[in-house]
């Protein structure tokens, strides 16, 4: 038996340590985007009777699940550490000459954590066992980050909306969740797998990083969304790390990690089914306040699924008769939804107005108008009716002889009437049910290859086939779309994870991870909206290869009749993401010490499509040449405007993070901790590989030119490209190191447990969403986009069959521009700290009380540097108008104005910069129970 040493004996040898392991994995570990591969440490001192600390005693830690076991020695300053665990529950022995065997089960550990745990040894004989009983739960004592756990007790108890683990997170202080209704249903995209809609200690919802058995789940792309979901009946735990924590963890100020359960050497399995029914829920306003009455739809949520687990047996082998090498987890899951949107009353064109009779107009006046719409249909320019010509009101309201057959199609896309308003104000009710079929798929393998070698494996499958009844993400129109607007995707992840224990006091261990998601839209029934279906012709002035008639019918404007038969968007998409990569972590104990060395390399790619298409405008605004009713306009092809893109170029991004860490966790005192750590970190741009990178750059902006140099199309004023060598493929140069301080204590006051004190600081820096960069392929000149106006008062106005004798680079104006800012090229970084006091009250509850805050620097944000200057108009003169007057000022045109901002051939320039800046300070108080029949948290 020693006396414990002082802990300052070790420090500069643990620093010369530390250098040295810190070169050996800067030179020989494989590089990423460090993050925690969710495996946990135990670690604590085993003492005698005395609190002496006892050197050499054997200690052995069991998964209960598996049996699994693994053994150490505690040094000569009597402290244990055991690395690189499989979250779950553990019992440890201990057993030491001259002491009897302690024994404890039930200890467990949570992903992504580290849990101390003192043994008090017992004079005696080996052979007799103290079982240790456990005892209430156990306050954090080894780590001063904030951090909280969803156990699987919470997960199995709490009421949830969705189907993922991770809405949970409305529990825990210093959330703000989406609410409710944004949770009925789960998608890839959706409910609670919108991670971005969670917004944890005042940071953007951007800042959060979800994983699941340490593999990214994230779309970079919007830095949202979940590959695989994070199913309860799948999943063992979720651990939250919100502030502060060690330099092991990576890539973000907010750290969601889940846990895949496992299976034992025992079967275990499950078969549920949950579900939600229309039937138990109240009618939605909407629907009560139409008259006549619209019943609720049928909305329905089912999941049936069950799962499997236990030791993999061969038959007539000899091979796990043990129980104790392969055990295996395997479960599925349906989803069935049938999601109510609510509901909406609008207008569609009725079946007379379809063949161009509007007769049903006649007789009702202005302030007694039905559907919206005029009483009157004039004679559109070009054509005459029974002798009337145009500008007049056509004979009983019927156009049908100036029909366009374009014009048509385009009309009854509009879904039929379904309504009778008896004051005949609507005549369509938007009242859908939107389908969202899915299952899902986990297994998981694990391995134990020897004493010292232990291997899982974890392989997912999502599939997703979800409607889009009024348009993909943000319903953009206001009826139901023709062809069915449908998903097809499907979520893929893998990760294998090889833990070895080299020797007593050095554990390694690597993960590989590999995630996709293909997501694709498409039409499910393309002859609804096809050309060739239809039998017409492509229309307008870049017609492409698109295979769909545009749905893009704006009538909002102006007073129109309806909304808009909008998709928003060009069809079909396919919007891949895939993420590569690898995860290596050391640990060394030495003395009161436990160091840990990493590094990780992640090669993520996205590819996706340029959003324009084409878009069609009609307005009542007085046009002489056309009939007065946008319905009627449409029927005879004379819409005010069109807008039409040249193509939907690909991108085919890539990026690569790389990123190393070292840490120490010092045993300073038996009861304080601290730790201290450096992340250094390295993010080249994201690049697309095709070279279709695009940046404004106002230095090589030419005044006197006007959107292209010298007439050359190729050569947007102002613009450089990737394609000629004028910018790397990265848009603009990559950063240097970014370095990340990291510093926590943990003072057990008393030593007993029941009062401690936690605090430290760290800094993170997070890469931006890659949309930031995905403009390049909708600007010059890799497509263009064209607009062509009907002239105001003009006599014969626009027509369909027009815009094919269209030049349309001469009606390339008001342009409005996306670029990086050249004069912004920062990494988002956010510092933040916590102080934490944790009491254990009566009655096994746990108060605690904290400061959190956090302070946001260079965080992005899109900036307009195309606006008049201040002040500009308020003097002198245009024209013969004097500016000094306001009601002159106010009546200047677009066009006009132009000439006042500092680039005259551009309409906006709108320019992404990391310049935004956030501060957030918060009390955080809970109070939490988790016995065995009640639980809360409060």
């Not at 829920?281 to 629907?287: E, P, T, V």
């Not at 002489?624 to 946008?630: D, L, S």
Request: hydrophobic share 35%; glycine share 10%.
């Amino acid at each position: 038996m020693f006396e414990a040493n002082n802990p300052q004996r070790h420090f500069h040898s643990t620093l010369l340590i530390l250098a040295i392991l810190v070169s050996l994995a800067f030179l020989a570990a494989p590089s990423a985007f460090a993050q925690g591969t969710g495996s946990a440490t135990l670690r604590g001192t085993v003492k005698d009777p005395k609190g002496a600390v006892v050197p050499g005693a054997t200690v052995t830690v069991i998964n209960e699940r598996t049996k699994d076991e693994r053994k150490t020695t505690s040094n000569d300053e009597g402290v244990y550490v055991f690395s690189a665990l499989t979250p779950g529950n553990y019992t440890v022995k201990v057993e030491a000459q001259g002491f009897k065997t302690a024994e404890q089960s039930g200890l467990a550990l949570e992903t992504n954590s580290t849990r101390g745990f003192d043994i008090g040894m017992q004079i005696g004989q080996p052979t007799e066992t103290v079982t240790i009983t456990a005892g209430a739960e156990q306050l954090q004592t080894e780590t001063g980050a904030r951090e909280n756990t969803i156990t699987s007790s919470q997960i199995n108890n709490l009421s949830i909306v969705s189907r993922s683990a991770v809405e949970l997170l409305r529990i825990l202080p210093g959330v703000v969740a989406p609410d409710d209704t944004a949770l009925e249903q789960t998608g890839f995209l959706a409910g609670a797998n919108n991670s971005a809609a969670y917004h944890v200690n005042g940071l953007r919802g951007e800042e959060n990083n979800v994983t699941i058995d340490g593999s990214r789940m994230m779309d970079f792309g919007a830095n949202n969304g979940s590959a695989i979901t994070a199913n309860p009946d799948m999943i063992q735990e979720v651990r939250v790390q919100t502030s502060n924590y060690a330099a092991e963890h990576g890539t973000s100020a907010v750290q969601i990690s889940a846990t895949t359960k496992g299976g034992s050497n025992a079967f275990h399995g499950s078969a549920y089914d949950y579900m939600r029914d229309h039937r138990f829920q109240a009618s939605d306003r909407s629907n009560n306040i139409a008259n006549p009455i619209v019943p609720k739809l049928p909305s329905k949520y089912n999941y049936p699924g069950g799962n499997i687990g236990g030791p993999v047996i061969l038959p007539w082998t000899k091979f796990n008769r043990k129980r104790d090498k392969l055990f295996f987890f395997v479960g599925f899951e349906y989803y069935y939804q049938r999601v109510d949107e609510g509901l909406s009353r609008n207008v569609v064109p009725t079946l007379k107005q379809r063949a161009g009779d509007f007769s049903e107009l006649l007789g009702h006046t202005d302030q007694n108008r039905i559907f919206n719409q005029f009483g009157t249909v004039n004679v559109p320019f070009g054509c005459t009716v029974n002798g009337v010509t145009a500008g007049n009101p056509a004979p009983n309201n019927n156009i049908a002889p100036c029909l366009d057959p374009f014009g048509k199609a385009l009309l009854n896309l509009y879904p039929l009437p379904n309504y009778q308003d008896p004051n005949n104000r609507y005549n369509y009710v938007y009242s859908v049910l939107r389908p969202n079929d899915r299952n899902q798929f986990t297994s998981r393998f694990d391995y134990t290859i020897s004493d010292k070698t232990k291997l899982y494996v974890r392989f997912a499958r999502e599939f997703e086939k979800q409607g889009f009844p009024r348009g993909l993400w943000w319903d953009s129109s206001n009826y139901e779309l023709p062809g069915k607007l449908q998903s097809n995707n499907l979520g893929r992840s893998v990760v294998v994870n090889l833990t070895n224990v080299v020797d007593p006091t050095m554990t390694n261990e690597v993960l590989f991870s590999a995630s996709k998601l293909n997501l694709h839209y498409d039409y499910a029934d393309p002859s609804k909206v096809s050309y060739s279906a239809l039998g017409l012709q492509k229309v307008g002035f870049f017609p492409g290869n698109n295979p769909y008639v545009p749905v893009g019918v704006i009538d909002a404007w102006g007073g129109g009749i309806g909304g808009n038969l909008f998709t928003a968007y060009g069809y079909p998409i396919f919007s891949p993401y895939s993420s590569f990569s690898v995860t290596d972590n050391l640990t060394k104990v030495h003395n009161t010490h436990t160091l840990k060395f990493g590094a990780f390399i992640e090669q993520g790619n996205k590819t996706q499509q340029s959003n324009h298409d084409t878009d069609i405008t009609v307005a009542q605004w007085g046009e002489a040449n056309a009939t007065g009713n946008n319905y009627g306009d449409l029927f005879v092809g004379r819409p005010i405007d069109f807008t039409q893109s040249t193509d939907r170029p690909e991108d085919h991004f890539r990026l690569y993070n790389y990123e190393f860490y070292a840490q120490d966790s010092w045993k300073v005192r038996p009861n304080v901790t601290l730790e201290y750590g450096m992340r250094a970190g390295y993010f080249p741009q994201n690049f697309e590989r095709g070279g279709l990178g695009v940046l404004f750059d106002p230095r090589a902006y030419v005044p006197t030119q006007g959107i292209f140099i010298n007439g050359d199309r190729t050569k947007p004023n102002g613009f450089k490209l990737a394609a000629r060598g004028e910018i790397p493929k990265g848009i603009l140069p990559n950063v240097p190191v970014q370095w990340m301080p990291r510093l926590n204590f943990a003072w057990d006051i008393g030593g007993k447990g029941d009062l401690v004190v936690r605090a430290g600081a760290g800094l993170f820096y997070n890469r931006v969403q890659g949309n930031y960069d995905y403009y390049s392929s909708g600007q010059m000149p890799n497509t263009y986009t064209s607009t062509v106006d009907t002239p105001w008062a003009s006599a014969t106005g626009l027509t369909f069959s027009d815009l094919k004798n269209v030049d349309p680079f001469s009606t390339i104006s008001n342009v409005s521009i996306n670029s990086r800012d050249i004069n912004s090229n920062e990494i988002p970084r956010i510092a933040n700290m916590s102080l934490t006091i944790e009491k254990r009250l009566p009655l096994h509850n746990i108060l605690t009380v904290a400061y959190v805050g956090t302070e946001g620097r260079h965080l992005p944000q899109q900036m307009n540097i195309n606006t008049i200057p201040l002040g500009r108009l308020l003097s002198g003169t245009v024209g013969n108008s004097n500016l000094s007057i306001p009601v002159n000022r106010a009546a200047l045109d677009g066009s006009v104005l132009k000439q006042f901002r500092p680039f005259t051939a551009f309409n906006s320039v709108g320019v992404y910069q990391f310049t935004g800046t956030s501060s957030y300070h918060s009390m955080q108080a809970t109070l939490s129970h988790q016995g065995k029949n009640l639980q809360y948290f409060a």
